[in-house]
């Protein structure tokens, strides 16, 4: 059986963000804050360790958000 090599993150050679990604970051985040998955209740719910860790995820949703799409902000903003 051929296993074709599957790319599990980002590539580490990849530049920093620009000041216009990291607002786009900023402003995804705070709208999966809103509107992004929530954490369960009951048995299968992850109880403190979810509540304490999942801004670490939201963050992380917003940071390959921001990566695959662009909402144009630099260009209304005229970042240069």
Known sequence: ??????????PLSKSPPSPAEKLEQAFLEE???YCGPKSMNGAFGGGVG????SSFLTQE??????G?????????????
Request: charged share 20%; glycine share 2%; hydrophobic share 55%.
């Open 61 to 66: 949703y917003a940071a390959v958000l921001a």
């Open 1 to 10: 059986m051929l296993v074709n090599h599957v790319q599990t993150s980002l």
């Open 50 to 53: 979810e509540d304490q860790f």
């Open 68 to 80: 695959q799409i662009d909402l144009g902000l630099a260009e209304r903003m005229e970042i240069k």
């Open 31 to 33: 709208m999966l804050k």
